[in-house]
């Protein structure tokens, strides 16, 4: 057995809509935070930059925060545009990267990405210095009250954009990744009685006989692993099918189960300093 259970952070976007389904459930446990920013060029280069020199990764810090639903990324229009004709051409050049594979690369990134179309191209501004291809991402910045702008260029505070840097994006990962402990046991802590699912009842049944042998800790672990089943449909099948297969030898993970729920205290305990960084990094 593993010392150190795993949860994948993308569990908190299933986790946010069963709340939301669940609207008492989601006054008990509270609502998963998110942040609304903006993607400007040279962060998204940045980011596929990062791709390319480490392709053994499945994906960027942004990409797990977009897909854990902490944090969601809007753009202009203007960006893919900026990206194709001019971001991508240059970097590619720069970096002796075959334009073409930065271009796919992108195709697929961009699909996380919410895109806003009234902003499709660069406006003239009052400030002389400024780039007028910086405009639309504090436009649409402003008009979505969105928490900041995730770039490097200077111009977007002179044009009175707040800017985000990669370190609001790594702790912002922190945050969904230590969340996607906690708020899971959170949920298994309320749930109990509530679910009316089929895939419950069956769960229930099954391991009904052990259950009642175990203390109540126990019990309330397995409450918890139903949970995981439930919000995470795509899973049961497979959870199911380990449960029926392995019945009363769930007994001797009784230890492993009590090492998941110290671990979630703890992972709750990083969420907050997690959150901590968060605001430090979108104030300063």
Known sequence: MLDRPFIDSSMLANLRVFLKTYPELQQMTGEVARFCVVLDANAAVSDLLHKHSKPHLPQTALEECIKSSVIEVYAPTWLD???????????AKQKNIPEAVLQ?????????????ERFAAPEATSEGAVDPKDVP???LAECISADGILTSDKDIDRLGGNTLTLRFVISARSY???SSYHVTIQVGGTVIGVLTLSAMYQLVTT??????????WARFALFVAAVVVA??????EKVLSFLLSWGSALASMVPEIEKLIVLASEKQVEAQEAMCEIKQWAES
């Open 104 to 116: 796919r690369s992108w195709d697929d990134y961009k699909k996380g990405i919410v895109w806003d």
């Open 207 to 216: 391991i009904y006989s052990l259950a009642s042998r175990l203390p109540g």
């Open 176 to 178: 969904a990744r230590a």
């Open 137 to 139: 991402y504090v436009a």
């Open 81 to 91: 545009r900026e990206m194709t004709e001019s971001a991508i051409p240059q970097v």
């Open 231 to 236: 919000v995470h449909p795509t899973s049961r």
